[in-house]
């Protein structure tokens, strides 16, 4: 076991996570999302700690992620890896790697197809808490100014694959395509998700295509 290595699940509870995540129906994916996360990270056998909206601390969403890491570090680890609960292809061989990676002073960076990013792993030497806090978090901006923070320190950057994370209907639909790396109980919520989805659409349209219908055929008494 790696002791000088931890990693931080930094997850809000589902039902605060659906306050920002536009997903009808969506408190109990990301209450298996949290479940699966938790179990992939235990299974590497590293140290790790929750973060959820119950022990974050600062006022934005850039305020509360380095906090995380900060408080990690004075934990008195040397590299720390962060991921959130919404990435449902995220698997054990992505953390070990990125765990070796870091072992041999890289700064690991897991790229997700929104502009963002489902991991972030780096040495403690590598983080500057006030270059942090002023990062444009949650902007397509955000790979971009990592890359340039990572470039100005002269770090040597190991990137994994580029994987999906859930935020829209749209994303569920998206992480389907390769629902044969999912669990089964993710894909069938999902599932049942899209379902209900289209069968709202559906029931929404034929609603205001009839409301259509008798607006255009009722004309109304004739003038006099």
């Known amino acids: ?49 929750v973060f959820s909206e119950k022990n974050q601390k600062g006022n934005s969403f850039g305020e509360r992620f380095t906090e995380a890491i900060n408080t990690t570090f004075d934990l008195g680890f040397e590299n720390v890896m962060i991921i959130g609960n919404d990435t449902p292809h995220l698997k054990k061989h992505h953390l070990l790697e990125s765990a070796k990676h870091l072992q041999n002073g890289k700064l690991v960076l897991g790229p997700s197809m929104d502009g963002g990013f489902y991991l972030l792993g780096l040495h403690k030497s590598q983080f500057n808490l006030n270059k942090f806090l002023k990062l444009p978090w949650q902007s397509r901006q955000l790979i971009k100014s990592i890359s340039q923070y990572i470039e100005e320190a002269d770090i040597t950057l190991s990137k994994l694959p580029i994987l999906y994370d859930i935020d829209t209907i749209e994303d569920l639909k998206a992480v389907t395509r390769f629902s044969f790396i999912l ?42």
């Open 1 to 49: 076991m790696n002791l000088k290595t931890a990693i931080i699940v930094f997850a809000n509870s589902a039902k605060k996570e659906l306050e920002h995540k536009p997903i009808v129906g969506g408190e109990k994916l990301f209450l298996e999302l949290t479940k699966k996360t938790i179990s992939v990270v235990k299974s590497t056998e590293l140290p790790f700690f």
């Open 183 to 224: 669990s089964r109980t993710v894909a069938k919520i999902i599932k049942n998700i899209l379902s209900s989805s289209i069968k709202f659409s559906t029931d929404l349209f034929m609603t205001s295509y009839k409301s259509h219908e008798l607006s255009f055929y009722n004309k109304g008494s004739p003038s006099i």
